[in-house]
């Protein structure tokens, strides 16, 4: 059993959270020299909602998959302890759904209020939320109390130093373990020729690092303050994480830009070699089978000024993983991997065919069949009938068991009906789905009609017109007759599989 260390935020070095370089590649380098906790890149709630946890046996990670088969955060068991899951959010509730959606594989959970970029700014979202303080003690103190592991913030400071401690003052007491400050400032201006629309404008990197606001935080609060923003000043190798916490009387020190121009940066030893580095990068990028063009991003990153060298021009015009690792001469561990990974897809998909084959019980009536709602009337679906038959004979309703298969995501599911089991043999995309093809073979099995257009006439609908008639009819008299229980449970039904339709 794995037993979770609480994270401690002093004295550590952390790899910043950084759109589109925060990926599990960078995070595990990170980690590899020297960096005690890092940050994944900010993820927007709303996003993360719509995904589902998915345990990949071929990669041996988690990841979390959008509706459209994207990953939009992979995590393995390496980092688990020392991941801080950062979103983007400005709504207590939707932070406090993705943060136990994603609470047990990471470490913490932290909220982006530092992040100036119009895209988080318009939705009330990151640095937004500096002008809205009750937002942020809410949405702070829904987590701490919602959820079991650290919170955090990321800030940036206010154009007034009085301000800014009052608001990290007002933040500490929502019980967050930490809070990290970028030493710029975030400005909001309001124009009357702008129809009162606000602008917001915010010190780049060029602009100095304000470390007297970040040590004046420090001093102000009990809680551990990470002090951000010193690559361009201070951070040029390892020795000035020490003079930049120093200068900031941080309790510890997050590295953003100078880590993703070369990692070894946590190297208490010195920088390693930026060919040593990339092609560290390279071998987690496809272990864990990056997406290219993120990949190309974060080495285009490190390159900087070497990207109009003969390799640099390679890397631009590269086009798959395959061709990145040409460029870098590791077109052998690339062929390599893949052997690996295909070798280990072809044994799952083989132990995946045992399992079917013990699902092949005699006594199991199969069918090869797929739920299309295109052939059957709105809002009436093969269950529901199955349902309805089941009460009309005087049987127990319907019993449902789906399974998942891990590699390709799909399911199957068997329906119980008078102690006799049904079931397709194809697999579905989701589970309200198969459930769907399940009673089908059910419904054709027993000679029963499920409810097709082609059928004709539908009992079903007739019911419903029925009773939506009877209930007109009773408020005309003035009456407030109860609906009956199967038209109740019925609507269950109904509901239910509605959302297979929307799908």
């Given at each position: 059993?794995?037993?979770?260390?609480?994270?401690?935020?002093?004295?550590?070095?952390?790899?910043?959270?950084?759109?589109?370089?925060?990926?599990?590649?960078?995070?595990?380098?990170?980690?590899?020299?020297?960096?005690?906790?890092?940050?994944?890149?900010?993820?927007?709630?709303?996003?993360?909602?719509?995904?589902?946890?998915?345990?990949?046996?071929?990669?041996?990670?988690?990841?979390?998959?959008?509706?459209?088969?994207?990953?939009?955060?992979?995590?393995?068991?390496?980092?688990r302890e020392r991941v801080v899951f950062q979103m983007g959010s400005a709504d207590a509730e939707r932070a406090l759904a993705v943060a136990k959606l994603v609470e047990s594989d990471v470490a913490g959970i932290d909220i982006n209020m530092g992040c100036p970029k119009e895209y988080s700014t318009k939705a009330s979202m990151g640095a937004a939320l500096l002008s809205d303080p009750d937002k942020i003690e809410s949405i702070l103190t829904t987590l701490v109390k919602g959820?079991?592991?650290?919170?955090?913030?990321?800030?940036?400071?206010?154009?007034?130093?009085?301000?800014?401690?009052?608001?990290?003052?007002?933040?500490?007491?929502?019980?967050?373990?930490?809070?990290?400050?970028?030493?710029?400032?975030?400005?909001?201006?309001?124009?009357?020729?702008?129809?009162?629309?606000?602008?917001?404008?915010?010190?780049?990197?060029?602009?100095?690092?304000?470390?007297?606001?970040?040590?004046?935080?420090?001093?102000?609060?009990?809680?551990?303050?990470?002090?951000?923003?010193?690559?361009?000043?201070?951070?040029?190798?390892?020795?000035?994480?020490?003079?930049?916490?120093?200068?900031?009387?941080?309790?510890?020190?997050?590295?953003?830009?100078?880590?993703?121009?070369?990692?070894?940066?946590?190297?208490?030893?010195?920088?390693?070699?930026?060919?040593?580095?990339?092609?560290?990068?390279?071998?987690?990028?496809?272990?864990?089978?990056?997406?290219?063009?993120?990949?190309?991003?974060?080495?285009?990153?490190?390159?900087?000024?070497?990207?109009?060298?003969?390799?640099?021009?390679?890397?631009?015009?590269?086009?798959?993983?395959?061709?990145?690792?040409?460029?870098?001469?590791?077109?052998?561990?690339?062929?390599?991997?893949?052997?690996?990974?295909?070798?280990?897809?072809?044994?799952?998909?083989?132990?995946m065919q045992g399992e079917d084959d013990q699902m092949e019980d005699p006594d199991v009536i199969k069918m090869a069949v797929r739920f299309d709602k295109r052939e059957y009337p709105p809002q009436i679906t093969p269950k529901m009938y199955l349902l309805e038959w089941c009460r009309k004979e005087k049987h127990p309703q319907p019993v449902y068991e789906t399974v998942q298969r891990p590699l390709d995501r799909l399911f199957c599911s068997v329906v119980t009906v008078a102690?006799?089991?049904?079931?397709?043999?194809?697999?579905?995309?989701?589970?309200?789905?198969?459930?769907?093809?399940?009673?089908?073979?059910?419904?054709?099995?027993?000679?029963?009609?499920?409810?097709?257009?082609?059928?004709?006439?539908?009992?079903?609908?007739?019911?419903?017109?029925?009773?939506?008639?009877?209930?007109?009819?009773?408020?005309?008299?003035?009456?407030?007759?109860?609906?009956?229980?199967?038209?109740?449970?019925?609507?269950?039904?109904?509901?239910?599989?509605?959302?297979?339709?929307?799908?």
């Amino acid at each position: 059993m794995t037993v979770n260390t609480p994270l401690c935020f002093r004295g550590k070095t952390i790899l910043a959270p950084m759109v589109r370089v925060g990926t599990l590649p960078m995070r595990l380098l990170a980690l590899d020299y020297g960096a005690d906790i890092v940050y994944c890149e900010e993820l927007i709630d709303i996003k993360m909602l719509q995904c589902k946890r998915v345990i990949n046996e071929v990669l041996e990670t988690v990841d979390f998959v959008a509706p459209n088969e994207r990953i939009v955060f992979r995590t393995c068991e390496r980092e688990r302890e020392r991941v801080v899951f950062q979103m983007g959010s400005a709504d207590a509730e939707r932070a406090l759904a993705v943060a136990k959606l994603v609470e047990s594989d990471v470490a913490g959970i932290d909220i982006n209020m530092g992040c100036p970029k119009e895209y988080s700014t318009k939705a009330s979202m990151g640095a937004a939320l500096l002008s809205d303080p009750d937002k942020i003690e809410s949405i702070l103190t829904t987590l701490v109390k919602g959820i079991c592991k650290p919170v955090t913030c990321k800030i940036r400071i206010l154009p007034s130093v009085e301000d800014t401690v009052n608001l990290v003052k007002r933040i500490e007491k929502t019980g967050i373990a930490a809070i990290a400050v970028h030493g710029r400032k975030f400005l909001v201006l309001s124009f009357l020729f702008v129809c009162l629309l606000e602008r917001k404008k915010e010190e780049r990197p060029q602009h100095p690092v304000h470390c007297d606001v970040i040590k004046a935080i420090s001093e102000a609060v009990s809680i551990p303050v990470i002090a951000n923003g010193g690559s361009h000043d201070f951070i040029k190798e390892y020795a000035d994480i020490e003079t930049f916490q120093k200068a900031t009387a941080a309790s510890s020190v997050m590295i953003a830009r100078a880590a993703m121009w070369n990692p070894s940066i946590f190297r208490k030893e010195g920088f390693c070699p930026l060919k040593d580095v990339m092609q560290d990068y390279i071998k987690y990028a496809v272990r864990y089978d990056n997406h290219y063009t993120n990949t190309k991003y974060c080495l285009c990153q490190m390159l900087r000024e070497q990207l109009e060298t003969t390799q640099g021009k390679r890397l631009h015009a590269a086009q798959t993983t395959q061709e990145i690792c040409e460029v870098f001469e590791m077109g052998d561990f690339y062929e390599e991997t893949t052997a690996i990974f295909e070798a280990k897809k072809t044994s799952l998909e083989t132990k995946m065919q045992g399992e079917d084959d013990q699902m092949e019980d005699p006594d199991v009536i199969k069918m090869a069949v797929r739920f299309d709602k295109r052939e059957y009337p709105p809002q009436i679906t093969p269950k529901m009938y199955l349902l309805e038959w089941c009460r009309k004979e005087k049987h127990p309703q319907p019993v449902y068991e789906t399974v998942q298969r891990p590699l390709d995501r799909l399911f199957c599911s068997v329906v119980t009906v008078a102690e006799q089991k049904y079931r397709s043999t194809l697999w579905d995309k989701s589970k309200k789905l198969a459930e769907q093809a399940a009673a089908i073979v059910c419904l054709r099995a027993l000679g029963v009609p499920e409810g097709k257009l082609c059928e004709g006439e539908n009992h079903l609908i007739n019911k419903r017109k029925r009773g939506d008639q009877e209930r007109l009819i009773s408020r005309d008299h003035g009456e407030d007759l109860p609906e009956p229980s199967h038209k109740k449970a019925n609507f269950i039904e109904e509901t239910s599989d509605m959302d297979v339709l929307k799908m």
